[in-house]
């Protein structure tokens, strides 16, 4: 009797694993499968008289938005950046606010996927190369060296967002109350201190 106990004990631990093992596996896929911006890194640099952004971000598309953009649904994104100077008690004094149109269309002649964005284009063989390449931000020139007082501390932030508004009619309503087609990256915040120097 004493050996069908442990050996019934031994059977619950087992099962009890496996359904562990399960569910982590099924939760993992489900999060895999999903739509998602993530911003990484981000910092401005000086180039002569004005400070460029170079940021380096990830994207990933769920079944539903890749077979959206086979079927020739162009999705346009938005970048967004911002400066402020943080105040103690008032609202914070924006610098500058500024935003920059990418976006990415399937080209069915070519079988080529493409990336437009400041009326320059590159064309990529798969969709993962062009998601890459939609978020990789090298020098875009975002504030003048002149608007940054030196000794000042400024807070910088950034996102990037599938626009919602471009998308075809038929896809902007089934967005409404769905979370599939929010395709929006963390805000990216970052202190910038010693400008100027």
Same mark, same amino acid.
């Given at each position: 009797? /004493?050996?069908?106990?442990?050996?019934?004990?031994? +059977? !619950?631990?087992?099962?009890?694993? @496996?359904? +562990? *093992? &399960?569910?982590? @596996?099924?939760?993992?896929? /489900?999060?895999?499968?999903?739509? !998602?911006?993530?911003?990484?890194?981000?910092?401005?640099?000086?180039?002569?008289?004005?400070?460029?952004?170079?940021?380096?971000?990830?994207? $990933?598309?769920?079944?539903?938005?890749?077979? %959206?953009? #086979?079927? @020739?649904?162009?999705?346009?994104?938005?970048?967004?950046?911002?400066?402020?100077?943080?105040?103690?008690?008032?609202?914070?004094?924006?610098?500058?606010?500024?935003?920059?149109?990418?976006?990415? !269309?399937?080209?069915? =002649? $070519?079988?080529?996927?493409?990336? #437009?964005?400041?009326?320059?284009?590159?064309?990529?063989?798969? &969709? #993962?190369?062009?998601?890459? %390449? +939609?978020?990789?931000?090298?020098?875009?020139?975002?504030?003048?060296?002149?608007?940054?007082?030196? @000794?000042?501390?400024?807070?910088?932030?950034? *996102?990037?967002? *599938?626009?919602?508004?471009? *998308?075809?009619?038929?896809?902007?309503?089934?967005?409404?109350?769905?979370?599939?087609? #929010?395709?929006? $990256?963390?805000?990216?915040?970052?202190?910038?201190?010693? =400008?100027?120097?």
């Amino acid at each position: 009797m /004493a050996f069908f106990m442990r050996y019934c004990k031994k +059977l !619950s631990y087992l099962w009890s694993l @496996g359904l +562990l *093992l &399960l569910l982590l @596996g099924m939760f993992s896929l /489900a999060i895999a499968a999903e739509s !998602s911006i993530r911003i990484k890194s981000a910092e401005l640099q000086l180039l002569e008289d004005f400070y460029s952004l170079s940021a380096d971000a990830e994207m $990933s598309f769920d079944k539903e938005i890749e077979e %959206a953009v #086979n079927k @020739g649904v162009p999705l346009s994104f938005l970048i967004e950046f911002q400066i402020v100077r943080p105040r103690k008690y008032w609202f914070d004094d924006e610098i500058v606010t500024t935003s920059q149109e990418v976006t990415l !269309s399937y080209h069915a =002649l $070519s079988r080529q996927y493409l990336v #437009n964005r400041d009326a320059h284009q590159q064309s990529f063989e798969s &969709l #993962n190369e062009a998601a890459q %390449a +939609l978020v990789q931000i090298d020098e875009w020139k975002v504030v003048e060296k002149t608007d940054l007082e030196k @000794g000042e501390t400024y807070r910088a932030a950034m *996102l990037i967002r *599938l626009d919602q508004t471009k *998308l075809p009619k038929a896809i902007q309503v089934d967005t409404i109350g769905s979370e599939k087609w #929010n395709l929006t $990256s963390q805000k990216f915040e970052w202190t910038l201190k010693e =400008l100027n120097k």
